[in-house]
């Protein structure tokens, strides 16, 4: 695992410790979860913006649909094996 040093605001490592003693869990610990989360959070909303700019592009919609479609067969011939 790589060392990574970082400096935050006073009133944020004050909230930070006082989350990780309640949580009883280290500090960077309750950082990386946290930054899971958030990164986690970031591809979920690109997906979303992608799939609504498909929706407002019938061209896109339908090349889309067609990706779909070959992406359950790949999963139903995965299945049969």
Same mark, same amino acid.
């Given at each position: 695992m790589a +060392?990574? +040093?970082s400096s935050l605001? *006073?009133?944020l490592l004050e909230k930070l410790s006082k989350e990780a003693k309640s949580l009883k869990v280290p500090k960077n610990k309750l950082i990386q979860k946290a930054l899971e989360f958030y990164l986690e959070k970031l591809d979920k909303a690109a997906f979303l913006k992608s799939y609504k700019m498909t929706a407002d592009d019938p061209e896109l919609a339908l090349l889309a649909e067609? *990706?779909?479609e070959e992406w359950f067969r790949t999963l139903d011939e995965l299945d049969k094996e």
């Open positions: +060392t990574f +040093t605001p *006073d009133e067609e *990706d779909i």
